[in-house]
């Protein structure tokens, strides 16, 4: 059972690059995340996903592009890299509330994470 | 907006010791409340879950207990190990689906 994976681990791009992090989950999830971790931030949500075919912003959505084309995929872009982009990337993903928990939000699985240098 | 205030880090204390990582927390509604763990070099995992007041959540001799009326989550162990030196999260999760985690604590254990 992989849980979540995120590809590429590492990456380094220069200003004004572009690029995609991909995140894929085999828990048959239909809530996912992504999240940055920047040193004294803690975790801060980017944007999300309740379901194929829907996303929505987080707490930092400027600069990042999503799409959820797929039920296990969840993919993150940065069209032209910034040098605050450089940052740890988590994806995360969890069961909706009609199959976890009454109240809130459920158990989030997280990827092992993918570190992104922008030079 | 909903937001999550955890005590600064890093923590340091030696093996054995008592430890209480404090969480408060401002929310709509009544959320579930949530303490994450992240060791070295991985992703964030569950640690403990509370759904409702007066809750708690134990997991690996930590404990936490749902304080509605303080809006706190606080994090206990009697007895801390070298193994639980990582950074610990507090997140509560409102029926928004969005979940807002704390800046973390980082915890150092001497052995």
């Known amino acids: 059972n992989a849980g979540v994976t995120q590809t590429p681990k590492f990456r380094v791009l220069k200003t004004g690059q572009s690029m995609t992090l991909l995140c894929a989950q085999d828990?048959?999830?239909?809530?996912m995340y992504w999240y940055r971790q920047d040193p004294g931030m803690g975790l801060r949500l980017i944007h999300y996903?309740?379901?194929?075919?829907?996303?929505a912003k987080g707490e930092v959505p400027d600069g990042y592009n999503v799409s959820r084309l797929k039920k296990q995929n969840f993919l993150l872009g940065l069209e032209s890299a910034a040098p605050s982009q450089t940052s740890v990337y988590f994806c995360?993903?969890?069961?909706?509330?009609?199959?976890?928990?009454?109240?809130?939000?459920?158990?989030?699985?997280f990827g092992a994470g993918s570190r992104l240098t922008v030079l | 907006g909903d937001s999550v205030t955890q005590m600064e880090g890093p923590v340091t204390l030696s093996e054995e010791a008592f430890l209480t990582i404090n969480c408060t927390y401002t929310a709509t509604g009544y959320p579930s409340l949530f303490w994450y763990v992240q060791y070295p070099g991985e992703g964030l995992q569950l640690l403990l879950k509370a759904t409702k007041a007066d809750d708690k959540g134990s997991n690996k001799g930590f404990e936490a207990t749902y304080r509605k009326e303080t809006t706190s989550f606080h994090l206990e162990k009697g007895s801390v190990q070298v193994s639980d030196s990582a950074v610990y999260f507090c997140a509560p999760s409102n029926r928004d689906d969005k979940i807002i985690f704390g800046k973390g604590t980082r915890l150092h254990i001497l052995p």
């Open positions: 996903s309740v379901g194929e075919g829907t996303t």
């Open positions: 995360a993903s969890s069961y909706s509330k009609r199959r976890g928990s009454l109240t809130g939000a459920n158990v989030l699985t």
């Open positions: 828990m048959n999830h239909e809530y």
